[in-house]
């Protein structure tokens, strides 16, 4: 089982940056794959990006391809989401997820293990 912080959220204006990481405890964070899931107020949870836990795949919404990179760093058991151009759209709160199994990687549902969500604010 693996615990999941994250961290890195803030308030940011239209066209800066942000980085979210992700805390993973538990030693085999190296075998999960990962992903960034964000809900804004009033909307439901959806999918940004995920990563396999080898890295060789990763996933992004459209409305975030070109903007957002996911990255993770294994040794240091951290997920990243590089978040440039923000927009005020993407105002909401962040979440990680994780999960030992094959998942489909959009899919909330196939997530077990979630952080406890960062809050992104995007001021226009």
């Known amino acids: 089982q693996v615990q999941l912080v994250e961290s890195g959220g803030g308030l940011v204006q239209a066209g800066g940056s942000l980085r979210l990481s992700c805390a993973a405890s538990?030693?085999?964070?190296?075998?999960?794959?990962m992903g960034w899931f964000r809900q804004a107020p009033g909307k439901e949870r959806e999918f940004v990006s995920a990563?396999?836990?080898?890295?060789?795949?990763?996933w992004y919404a459209d409305s975030v391809k070109g903007r957002f990179t996911i990255s993770r760093d294994n040794a240091k058991n951290t997920l990243y989401l590089q978040m440039n151009s923000l927009k005020p759209e993407d105002t909401a709160v962040y979440y990680c997820?994780?999960?030992?199994?094959?998942?489909?990687?959009?899919?909330?549902?196939?997530?077990?293990?979630w952080g406890q969500g960062t809050q992104v604010t995007v001021s226009s």
């Open positions: 997820a994780g999960d030992p199994s094959s998942v489909r990687v959009r899919m909330i549902e196939d997530y077990h293990y």
């Open positions: 990563s396999r836990w080898n890295s060789v795949g990763t």
């Open positions: 538990g030693p085999t964070f190296s075998r999960y794959n």
